[in-house]
């Protein structure tokens, strides 16, 4: 009988170990499948992981040329602003006394017609030649210039014509024959237009 004890008891054993090594198996073969699962995740994980970097750094690229683009808007308007200033301040540098100086081409005007009027042997007309002289100097160191129109050919950028007359020949036709009112230029710009009679 102890024979047969002994071999159920070594049968046992082994019976035991074929179960336990297909159970290790079985829980080795879920773990690599666990694991495998897992893989998977993580690779789809960081493949979204990237497609979502990529997306950033996309987004955040385009953000970077737009606010480039703004940068260099604004600059653009900036140094037009800039230039449009200083242009301006130059002009009204150039042109401050324009109002004044425009207001005393009457009285220039005036001086003018009171020296035509006055005889060379008249004392008093030394007097005012030398006024007007001065004051006509010190109007030239400003800019002031009397345009020359007599003779010329007419200008509508530079002269009004108050009347016309009938040419003496096919030469004189269009050409500046008299002058009623002088014109004056400031800083090389009309300052007043030249009144004149035309040739027709």
Known sequence: MEPKDEKIKEETPI????????????SIEETGASKSHDDEHREKKKKHGK??????????????????????????????????????????????????????????????????????????????????AKLMKTLEAKGLKPMDAKGEKFNEDLHEAVTRIPAAGEEQKGIVVDVVEKGYYLNEKVLRYAKVVVAF
């Open 15 to 26: 019976q035991e170990s074929e179960e336990t090594q297909a159970a290790a198996q079985e």
């Open 51 to 132: 497609e979502s970097a990529d997306e950033k750094l996309q987004q955040l690229g385009e953000k970077l040329a737009e606010k480039e683009d703004q940068y260099k808007r604004l600059y653009a308007d900036f140094e037009n602003h800039r230039k449009r200033t200083n242009i301006e301040k130059a002009e009204l540098i150039l042109n401050g006394g324009k109002d004044v100086i425009k207001s005393l081409l009457p009285i220039i005007d005036d001086l003018e017609r009171a020296l035509q009027s006055m005889s060379e042997d008249d004392a008093a007309a030394e007097g005012v030649r030398l006024i007007y």
